[in-house]
């Protein structure tokens, strides 16, 4: 049974004005446990809103979603619960800390779920250990933190809920390439816990492709494409249709196939395509 199930999901902004928004139209999506699931699209697609249904936060106007089997309309009373259990991490979440010091930021979720002192204090020195800041950062002021560590503490106050799934929305989007790789880095090992499952909606093709099992496409708020990674990265005509395009490694494969070149197709991360190169070269030695 899926963790979350989507079925025809529509949701109209500004409804019955003139201003009215399509922006989901019967959306079908699934998320299992101990996956990763890519929502790629571009701007404007529809991909924030189908994160805020999620775990609650939109409530769907046509279609249902269910979680663990029962439908988000009969867990109205329970929408805490959901909220915990289902984590959603903005696009740019350093926006939204408050907290004047970086541990209170951090102990927001478990002292609004009546968790004990102990408890929190342990919930907030593993979530930042897991995002990599030391627990000494709890009494740095947050407002002096880089954008980087600003990031990874929206994430840590998100996880010291310990949510099952954890749903992100342009997580790598402001961050220079050693942000990014460090976030990725975070991502994955956090998902290697069992019993977990994590849901990215990104531009950035490559982190997509680099994380996840499954990817839907999402374009004027319907699904054109999905599948494995790489299913959907494979097909290049219908992501250029759309205005995307695979991510670089498996583009630079594309062009050494069309040349005849003996190389895997299925090639979709940096590591994957430096192999593949190397062998290449290795055999013509």
Do not use: C
């Not at 205005?243 to 040349?259: C, M, R, T, W, Y």
């Amino acid at each position: 049974m899926p963790v979350i199930d989507v079925k025809e999901l529509s949701h109209t902004y500004l409804s019955g004005t003139p201003l009215e928004v399509r922006s989901l139209d019967k959306v079908n999506m699934k998320v299992f446990i101990n996956e990763i699931v890519g929502i790629i699209g571009p701007s404007g697609s529809g991909k924030s809103t189908l994160l805020q249904h999620l775990n609650g936060l939109l409530v769907p106007q046509n279609g249902d979603l269910y979680i663990n089997g029962t439908s988000i309309s009969e867990l109205s009373s329970r929408i805490r619960e959901v909220r915990q259990s289902i984590g959603l991490v903005f696009q740019n979440p350093e926006k939204q800390l408050f907290e004047h010091y970086a541990g209170d930021d951090v102990a927001f979720g478990p002292r609004n779920m009546g968790l004990t002192r102990e408890e929190i204090r342990k919930r907030v020195r593993a979530a930042m250990e897991t995002v990599g800041l030391p627990f000494a950062y709890k009494d740095r002021l947050t407002a002096e933190l880089s954008l980087g560590e600003k990031r990874r503490l929206a994430l840590a106050g998100v996880l010291a809920m310990e949510p099952r799934v954890l749903v992100l929305d342009e997580p790598t989007s402001s961050l220079d390439p050693e942000g990014r790789s460090e976030l990725l880095d975070i991502l994955s090992r956090w998902k290697m816990g069992t019993g977990k499952a994590l849901v990215i909606a990104s531009h950035n093709m490559e982190d997509i492709a680099e994380l996840s099992n499954r990817v839907y496409v999402l374009v004027e708020g319907r699904v054109v494409a999905s599948g494995s990674a790489k299913e959907v990265f494979a097909g290049h005509d219908i992501l250029a249709r759309h205005g995307l395009s695979a991510p670089l490694p498996a583009q630079i494969i594309l062009e050494l196939v069309k040349q005849g070149l003996p190389v895997s197709p299925d090639v979709l991360t940096e590591d994957e395509t430096v192999e593949e190169i190397r062998s290449l070269l290795n055999a013509g030695k």
